[in-house]
């Protein structure tokens, strides 16, 4: 519907400025773009405080920005309940920033923000700066993995907001999907991050990446008996395989789960708890 909506609106648009020159009709364009920009600023109340966004860069932008609390509630329990003063968390998909930036309205929670996607890298860097939250947050465009390399990441969605990427083949948790644009990145073990940079291992880890899951997990592997809570995403294959994929190396690593979080939002997420 909304594709419709806006192709319609296009097209007014063309029939509008079709008595200008192609100066003119360029900077009209220009000034509806910057008004339409402005009116998608939105401020989100949360329990935590006021977050900021830039919300017309991309439909699937709006959707995220527009459902904030509805969509992923025990996300934001999770930060709520779990996270605490002084500690750092890795989120692991941090598309635009959501709940990087929730987290981050504790300004002594250190967080990691992993998104290897330029189009969403830009925009979480926007929304880092437009909070002012450049202190406790540190966005870094390299994807994790289970090896350390240049990658290449195969978008689904050439578009700023949107998930569904997958690294190395055009398969995510889904399926197989035609890719709209290949992006070579860093891809760096989780293990090796930390070696390599001189990093300490997260106290939590959120993680969301739409289909390598199991991948990132083995990367991780040295590093999650130091890690206090996981919140991790299990649909699709990820969902039929996870006792072994997914579950295998968590409980491995001295945690159980919550089950109760299974049932909570949209039933996409699970977490898991030292003992």
Not at 26 to 31: D, G
Not at 69 to 74: A, F, I, R, S
Not at 101 to 126: C, Q, T
């Amino acid at each position: 519907m909304s594709k419709k909506v806006a192709s319609v609106i296009g097209k007014f648009i063309d029939i509008a400025t079709l008595p200008l020159n192609r100066r003119q009709k360029m900077k009209t364009m220009a000034r509806v773009s910057e008004t339409l920009q402005r009116e998608g600023y939105r401020e989100v109340e949360t329990k935590r405080g006021v977050l900021k966004f830039y919300a017309l860069r991309g439909s699937g932008t709006a959707s995220s920005v527009e459902n904030m609390g509805k969509d992923e509630p025990e996300t934001m329990e999770w930060v709520e309940t779990y996270i605490k003063s002084g500690e750092t968390i890795w989120d692991i998909g941090a598309n635009i920033g959501m709940y990087a930036m929730y987290a981050a309205l504790d300004p002594k929670v250190k967080v990691m923000a992993f998104e290897p996607s330029a189009l969403n890298y830009g925009l979480l860097v926007e929304h880092i700066a437009l909070n002012k939250l450049d202190k406790n947050i540190s966005p870094l465009c390299i994807a994790l993995n289970d090896k350390t390399t240049i990658a290449s990441l195969k978008m689904k969605h050439f578009e700023t907001g949107h998930a569904s990427n997958s690294i190395g083949a055009s398969e995510n948790q889904f399926g197989e999907f035609e890719t709209a644009f290949s992006q070579s990145v860093p891809a760096i073990r989780g293990d090796d991050f930390c070696k390599f940079f001189n990093q300490p291992a997260p106290d939590h880890i959120k993680l969301d990446v739409d289909g390598i899951e199991p991948v990132i997990l083995d990367g991780l592997a040295p590093l999650l008996p130091m890690v206090k809570t996981i919140i991790i995403e299990v649909e699709g294959e990820n969902l039929k395989n996870a006792s072994e994929q997914i579950e295998k190396p968590i409980f491995a690593a001295g945690f159980e789960e919550d089950t109760s979080y299974r049932e909570r939002g949209h039933k996409r997420n699970r977490l898991y708890i030292r003992k």
